[in-house]
C-alpha cells in the first residue's frame, strides 16, 4: 500500500467524528447495565487472583458452571500470574493422574500435544535469540571501554554510577553526567563516544544491534557488520548503518545527524534519507545545520575527525538567509572612534531613532551595574548623556543611515563620548546655526556649539556639545581634544590603532551577522579596571574577572524580532561564569504542563562545585564563615557538600503550573544522582530543625506516603501560633519534584508519563529559535495571558478602576502573549536571546509605545504618554 | 457457541458476578471517559455494536477490581489501553471463529469498500503480536507520542519508536495485497 494512502486511511479513521448521540446511548444502555446488576447479592464474589485460582480444580474437572466457565477463561486471558497457576495445576495433576492412555485412545489430543509442543520450542527459540541467550550470544551488550567524568547505570528509581569496563546489559539504561564523556564498546567493536548528558541503551534484536539515544549526543564508528545493520534510534529518527562513522544530536527540538564516513540511511517521519560523508540532515525544521567540525568539536577524537572532513569538499555551508533590508553589515565609520573606545553603539537612522538609541542605552546601564557606575563616572562634571541625545535627535533627518556612539578610557580615565553619522542632505551646518543661535540666548544652558575649524578651538572644561560638519561626515563630541583626533583621522582616511585591537574586530564580527542595532563594551576594560581600583572593597566574584565583551543586538528577519546578548570570556568560563552549563537536553520539563504560566529552567554545573565556589565567595567576605558552618553541620550531622550538594544533579526547574489562586501552584524540579543520599538528607534536616525548635514552637513533620508503585513525602511545618504549611516532594526516576501538594506533583507525573508536557505544546514549540542548537542551558518561559485574562477582567468588571488603570490593565492583556528567553552556555561565552520579547517589552514594541503599546511602558509612562506636553526634563 | 453469543453470555456472566456497590470513584470514571473507551473502542473495531460491547467490559473488569485495588494512577491512559486491547481481543477472537456471520456481528448498515479495508487492517492488527498491535494503534489510531506509549507500557521510548516503525512496514505489506485488489481509496465512514 501507498504510504500517502496508508496515511490518509490512519489519519480518518483517527479524526473520525463519531455522533455524539450514539455515545451517549451507548453510554447510558452500558451503565443501566452495570448500575442495575451491582445491587444483586451474589454470595461468591470474584475480586483478586485468589478467588479466580480457587475456581482451578472446579475448571480443571470441567464443573464450573458456565457463567463462571466464562468469567474464569476471560481472567485467565488478562491475567499471566493465574495463567501460570493453571498450568502449575495442571501438571501437577498430571503427575497424579496418568493420562497416557487417554492420549493414546484419543489421536486429537496427542496431535494438539505435538503442536503445542513445538509451538513452544519455536517460542523458546525465538525468546533465546531475541534475548541473546541462545548459544553464542550473550545478555552482555556493551562494556564501557573509557570514562571521563562520571557515568551512571539509572534502572527505574536507582542511579548508580559505574567504572570503566562496566559491562552493560540488554536494554540496561546509561547516562553520562554533566561535563562527562564515555567510551562504550559493543560486542561486534562498534565504538559509542557519548558526550555529556547521553542518555543511551543498546538492544540486539533480529536484524541487528540497536543503540537508542534517548537524549544528548553520540558519534558511533560503527564496525563492519557480519550479517544485519547496526541501528541507531531515538525517539523521532532511526538510522541503519553497516559500518561507518557518524554523529547524531538528540534533544528537545529533535535530532540532527551529521556523516563522517561511510554511508548512514536515515528514516524520520514519513521520509527516508541517505546521507553520505559530509552530509547532515535533521528530524525537525527548527533544528538548522551546523558546521560538522562544532558538531563533533567536543569528542576526544575530534581532531581525527576533521582530519578525515578534509578530505570531502563540501563541509562547511554558509547560512544561506541573508536578513532583508535594514541590516547592516559594516560600518564606515567604525574607522574614526576613538583609540581607546570601549563602548560601541550603533544604532540605525529611524523615527526617532535617538530617542531609541537614549533608551536603549540606559536599558543595557540598568543591566549592568558595573557599566552604570563606569558611566556615572563618566558623566561626573560634563554633559549627561540623555541631555546630549535629546539636543541632538533634532537633526537626525539630515543624517546617514547609521549613528554611531563610541567612548573611549584611556588608562584610569574615561573619555567623553563622539557622535558620528554621515550627512545625507545639505543644509545641515545652517540648521545647527540655528539651533546654537537659539540655544545660546539662554546663556545658561548652551547645549550645542557649531565648530568651523576644530584646530581653532581651545579645550576647556564645560563644553557644551560641539558638532562639526566635514563634507558629508558629522561629528559630535563635547570634548575638543577627541573631536580634534577624530577629524585627523578622517583626514588620514581612517587607520587608527583601534583598528588593530580584538575589540574592533569584536565589532567587525557583529556587523558581519547583520547588525540593525548593536551594542559593544569592552567590559575586559571597564569593569575589572574599575572594580580593581576600588581597593578591593569590591572585589569581583571568581570567574567574572575573566569576562571580555559584551555585545547586545537587536535585529528584525522578516518581521520576526531577534534580541541577543552576548557575553564574551578571555578563556574558558570559570568561577561564577561557569555555573551555568553547555545547552542539554533538560528532561525535568517533561514534568511541566503545557499550561504553564512561567516556566524557568537551567543545566548547571556541578551543584557540589558550586557550593564550593560559594562557600568561598562567603569566606572572602566573612571570617566566621567556616567556623558557622562547621556548627551547622555538626548540629545537623549534614556535611552540606557531600550530603545535600552531591547527590544533585545538573539540572533545575522552577514552573509555576496550574490555578493562580489561592495560591499558585509551584514545581520544583531538580535532577537527583542519588536520592537515597538526598532522602536521608532531608530526613536529617528535619530531625535537626525539631531538635533546635525556635521560641515560637514551630517544628516540621516528615510524612511518608504510598500511593500505587509511587511514594510521597509531606513535611509539614506547624507553629504555636497556628500557622501551618507544606511543602510535598517525591522521587520520580532521576528527579526530586517538590510542591505545594500531592495532587500537583502527581499531575507532573501523570504529564510526563502522558507525554502532555511544555516541550510538546504547540505553543512552546512555535517560540523555539532557527538556530544550531538542539538543546539550551536555560530557558525562561512565560504565557500568563490564560492567567492574568480573567483575573483582568473581574478586576475590570469590578467598576473601581479608573480609566487610566483600565487602560493599563487592556496593554497587559494586549501583550501577554507567550514568550521565551532562552540561553545558550559556551566554553567561553554566554548567549542569551529571545525572538519573542518579555510581555511585549521589547526593542520593537517600545517604538509602538501608546495606545495598544506593551505593558509595561504603559505602566510606567503611561501618565507622561497621557501629557505628551509636559517636560520631561 | 457463537463469538457474539459468547461476548453476550460474558456480559451476562460479569454482570451477575458484579456484586460489589458501585463506588463513587467508578461513576466518576465512567461519566468522564466513557466516551473515550467507546471512541478508541470504535476507531478499531468499526462498528458501534463491538465499541458498546468493549465499553461494558472495560467497566464492568474496573468495577470488578473493587475497592481494595490501588488507585490509577494514569487513568486515562489505563482506559485506553484496555479499550484497545478489549476491542483487539474482539477482533481477535471473530477470526477464530470464522462460522459468525458478519450480519450478526454488527448491527451497523454495511458500510462498503471503505469498510472493508478499515476490516482488513483490524484483521492485519489483530494477527500481530499483541504488544506491537497495542503499541500500532496508541501512535496511529489514537495518535500518542512514542514516549507516552513508553510510559504507559513500561517500555523504553526507544524501544516503542523501532516497534512504531516496524510494525507499520509491517502493516503496510499485509494490506498492500488488498489495495491491488481493489484499488479503492479510503474514505471513512460515520456511524
Redesign the interface.
Not at chain 1, 447495565?33 to 451474589?42: M, Q
Not at chain 1, 534510534?233 to 523521532?236: Q, Y
Not at chain 2, 468495577?63 to 473493587?66: N, P, S
Not at chain 2, 481509496?185 to 471513512?188: E, M, T
Given at each position: 500500500?501507498?504510504?500517502e494512502?496508508?496515511d490518509?486511511?490512519?489519519s480518518?479513521?483517527?479524526?473520525?467524528?463519531?455522533?455524539e448521540k450514539?455515545?451517549v446511548q451507548?453510554?447510558e444502555?452500558?451503565?443501566n447495565?452495570?448500575?442495575?446488576?451491582?445491587?444483586?447479592?451474589?454470595s461468591s464474589?470474584?475480586?483478586?487472583c485468589s478467588d479466580f485460582q480457587a475456581l482451578i480444580p472446579g475448571y480443571l474437572t470441567k464443573t464450573l458452571v458456565?457463567?463462571?466457565l466464562?468469567?474464569f477463561e476471560?481472567h485467565m486471558?488478562?491475567c499471566v500470574a493465574c495463567r501460570r497457576a493453571v498450568e502449575r495445576a495442571r501438571k501437577s495433576e498430571s503427575q497424579v493422574v496418568l493420562r497416557l492412555e487417554n492420549y493414546r485412545r484419543d489421536s486429537r489430543i496427542w496431535q494438539w500435544a505435538w503442536g503445542a509442543m513445538g509451538v513452544a520450542v519455536v517460542a523458546l527459540v525465538t525468546f533465546l535469540i531475541d534475548q541473546g541467550l541462545f548459544p553464542g550470544q550473550h545478555p552482555i551488550r556493551a562494556a564501557v571501554q573509557s570514562v571521563d567524568g562520571s557515568i551512571y547505570s539509572v534502572d527505574g528509581g536507582s542511579v548508580e554510577l559505574i567504572p570503566a569496563g562496566y559491562q552493560i546489559r540488554n536494554?540496561q539504561?546509561i547516562r553520562t553526567a554533566k561535563g562527562s564523556t564515555a567510551v562504550v564498546r559493543l560486542l561486534d567493536g562498534s565504538l559509542v563516544e557519548m558526550g555529556e548528558r547521553a542518555d543511551v541503551?543498546v538492544?540486539r534484536?533480529w536484524k541487528g544491534t540497536?543503540i537508542?539515544?534517548?537524549g544528548g549526543q553520540v558519534i558511533v564508528q560503527a564496525a563492519k557488520q557480519r550479517s544485519g545493520h547496526l541501528?541507531l534510534?531515538?525517539?523521532?529518527c532511526?538510522m541503519s548503518v553497516k559500518g561507518t562513522i557518524f554523529s547524531v544530536n538528540h534533544g528537545i527540538k529533535g535530532s540532527r545527524v551529521s556523516v563522517i564516513e561511510g554511508v548512514v540511511r536515515m528514516?524520520y517521519g514519513e521520509r527516508t534519507a541517505e546521507l553520505h560523508a559530509g552530509d547532515q540532515a535533521s528530524s525537525n525544521s527548527s533544528v538548522s545545520k551546523v558546521p560538522i567540525q562544532d558538531e563533533i568539536a567536543w569528542s576526544r577524537n575530534a581532531a581525527k575527525y576533521m582530519a578525515l572532513l578534509g578530505d570531502f569538499a563540501v563541509l562547511q555551508k554558509q547560512l544561506a538567509a541573508i536578513p532583508g533590508p535594514g541590516l547592516r553589515y559594516s560600518s564606515d565609520l567604525l574607522p574614526y572612534v576613538p583609540d581607546q573606545t570601549v563602548i560601541y553603539a550603533a544604532i540605525p537612522n529611524l523615527t526617532n531613532t535617538l530617542t531609541e538609541a537614549q533608551r536603549l542605552f540606559q536599558d543595557r546601564l540598568q543591566q549592568s551595574p558595573a557599566l552604570r557606575n563606569w558611566w556615572q563616572q563618566q558623566q561626573r562634571g560634563g554633559a549627561k548623556l540623555e541631555d546630549l541625545l535629546n539636543e541632538v535627535k533634532t537633526f537626525s533627518s539630515y543624517l546617514g543611515d547609521e549613528i554611531v556612539l563610541a567612548a573611549g578610557k584611556n588608562g584610569q580615565t574615561d573619555t567623553a563620548p563622539v557622535i558620528l553619522a554621515r550627512v545625507r542632505q545639505p543644509g545641515l551646518q545652517e540648521f545647527l546655526q540655528t539651533e546654537a543661535a537659539r540655544l545660546s540666548s539662554n546663556p545658561a544652558r548652551a547645549g550645542l556649539e557649531m565648530v568651523r575649524d576644530p584646530r581653532a578651538v581651545k579645550p576647556m572644561p564645560g563644553h557644551p556639545l560641539l558638532v562639526y560638519v566635514d563634507n558629508d561626515l558629522m561629528i559630535a563630541s563635547p570634548n575638543v581634544s577627541e573631536m580634534q583626533r577624530v577629524v585627523m583621522r578622517v583626514r588620514e582616511g581612517g587607520g587608527s590603532s583601534f583598528s588593530t585591537t580584538p575589540f574592533h574586530q569584536q565589532i567587525v564580527n557583529a556587523y558581519q551577522e547583520g547588525v540593525e542595532w548593536l551594542f559593544c563594551a569592552d567590559l575586559e576594560q571597564i569593569v575589572v579596571q574599575n572594580v580593581h581600583t576600588d581597593s578591593g572593597s569590591n572585589r569581583l566574584p571568581p570567574g567574572v574577572g575573566d569576562v571580555r565583551y559584551l555585545t547586545m543586538e537587536h535585529r528584525d528577519l522578516s518581521g520576526v524580532p531577534e534580541s541577543q546578548a552576548v557575553l564574551n570570556f578571555a578563556s574558558e568560563r570559570q568561577g561564577v561564569a561557569s555555573w551555568l552549563a553547555a545547552p542539554a537536553s533538560m528532561g525535568s520539563l517533561?514534568f511541566v504542563s503545557p499550561d504553564a504560566s512561567i516556566v524557568t529552567a537551567a543545566v548547571i554545573k556541578n551543584p557540589r562545585s558550586i557550593m564550593e565556589e560559594v562557600f568561598q565567595i562567603i569566606g572572602s567576605s566573612d571570617s566566621n564563615f567556616e567556623e558557622d558552618l562547621a556548627r551547622f553541620e555538626s548540629k545537623t550531622g549534614v556535611n552540606v557538600l557531600s550530603d545535600l550538594a552531591a547527590p544533585l544533579g545538573g539540572e533545575v526547574t522552577l514552573a509555576f503550573d496550574g490555578p493562580v489562586l489561592p495560591t499558585p501552584r509551584w514545581k520544583l524540579i531538580f535532577e537527583v544522582y542519588d536520592p537515597a543520599t538526598l532522602q536521608s538528607t532531608i530526613e536529617k534536616l528535619v530531625d535537626s530543625f525539631n531538635r533546635e525548635r525556635n521560641a515560637s514552637g514551630e517544628s516540621l513533620q516528615l510524612t511518608k506516603r504510598q500511593?500505587?508503585?509511587?511514594t510521597y513525602f509531606a513535611i509539614r511545618s506547624s507553629s504555636a501560633k497556628g500557622l501551618n504549611s507544606e511543602v510535598d516532594y517525591a522521587f520520580v526516576d532521576s528527579y526530586f519534584i517538590a510542591a505545594p501538594d500531592v495532587a500537583t506533583i502527581?499531575q507532573a507525573?501523570?504529564s510526563?508519563?502522558?507525554?502532555?508536557s511544555l516541550t510538546?505544546a504547540t505553543t512552546f514549540r512555535s517560540l523555539l529559535p532557527k538556530d544550531g542548537y538542539t538543546n539550551f542551558s536555560a530557558i525562561f518561559y512565560h504565557n500568563i495571558g490564560p492567567v492574568v485574562g480573567p483575573i483582568a477582567e473581574q478586576l475590570k468588571s469590578s467598576g473601581a478602576l479608573t480609566p487610566q488603570q483600565r487602560q493599563s490593565i487592556d496593554a497587559l492583556i494586549a501583550n501577554s502573549a507567550p514568550g521565551l528567553i532562552y540561553a545558550y552556555g559556551q566554553p567561553d561565552r554566554i548567549v542569551v536571546a529571545s525572538n519573542s520579547g518579555f510581555m511585549g517589552f521589547d526593542l520593537g514594541t517600545l517604538l509602538t509605545m501608546g495606545h495598544n503599546g506593551p505593558f509595561f511602558p504603559q505602566m510606567l509612562l503611561g501618565g507622561a504618554l497621557n501629557h505628551p506636553g509636559t517636560p520631561t526634563q | 457457541m457463537t463469538e457474539d453469543n459468547?461476548r453476550r453470555?460474558?456480559?451476562?456472566?460479569?454482570?451477575?458476578?458484579?456484586?460489589?456497590?458501585?463506588p463513587d470513584e467508578l461513576e466518576r470514571s465512567?461519566r468522564d471517559h466513557?466516551?473515550l473507551v467507546?471512541?478508541t473502542a470504535?476507531?478499531i473495531t468499526g462498528n458501534?455494536a463491538d465499541?458498546?460491547d468493549v465499553?461494558?467490559t472495560v467497566?464492568?473488569?474496573l468495577?470488578?477490581?473493587?475497592r481494595?485495588a490501588?488507585?490509577?494512577?494514569?487513568e486515562?491512559?489505563y482506559l485506553r489501553r484496555a479499550a484497545v486491547n478489549t476491542a483487539l481481543?474482539i477482533v481477535r477472537a471473530r477470526q477464530a471463529n470464522r462460522e459468525v456471520e458478519l450480519e450478526e456481528l454488527s448491527t451497523d448498515p454495511p458500510q462498503g469498500d471503505a469498510m472493508e479495508?478499515?476490516q482488513a487492517?483490524a484483521r492485519a492488527l489483530a494477527q500481530l503480536e499483541p504488544r506491537r498491535a497495542e503499541i500500532f494503534a496508541l501512535r496511529?489510531?489514537?495518535?500518542?507520542?512514542?514516549?507516552?506509549i513508553a510510559?504507559?507500557l513500561g517500555i523504553?521510548?526507544?524501544?516503542?519508536?523501532?516497534l512504531v516503525?516496524r510494525t507499520r512496514q509491517q502493516?503496510?505489506k499485509d494490506?498492500?495485497g488488498?489495495?491491488r485488489s481493489s484499488e479503492l481509496?479510503?474514505?471513512?465512514d460515520?456511524?
Open positions: 500500500m501507498k504510504k494512502k496508508f490518509q486511511m490512519l480518518e479513521i483517527r479524526n473520525e467524528q463519531i455522533d450514539v455515545i451507548a453510554g444502555r452500558v451503565w447495565s452495570i448500575a442495575g446488576v451491582s445491587s444483586t447479592e451474589v464474589v470474584l475480586r483478586t458456565p457463567s463462571r466464562l468469567l476471560d486471558h488478562a536494554g539504561e541503551e538492544s534484536g540497536t537508542h539515544l534517548d541501528y534510534a531515538t525517539d523521532d532511526l528514516d517533561e500511593a500505587g508503585s509511587q502527581s507525573i501523570q510526563r508519563q502522558a507525554g502532555y510538546h | 459468547r453470555t460474558l456480559r451476562t456472566a460479569l454482570a451477575e458476578d458484579a456484586a460489589i456497590a458501585i465512567f466513557h466516551g467507546f471512541r470504535y476507531r458501534v465499541a458498546e465499553l461494558q467497566f464492568l473488569r468495577l470488578r477490581r473493587g481494595e490501588d488507585t490509577l494512577e494514569n486515562e491512559g481481543d479495508l478499515r487492517l496511529f489510531l489514537e495518535g500518542l507520542g512514542n514516549r507516552e510510559r504507559l523504553s521510548q526507544v524501544l516503542v519508536a523501532v516503525h502493516l503496510r494490506l498492500r488488498y489495495m481509496p479510503y474514505r471513512g460515520k456511524p
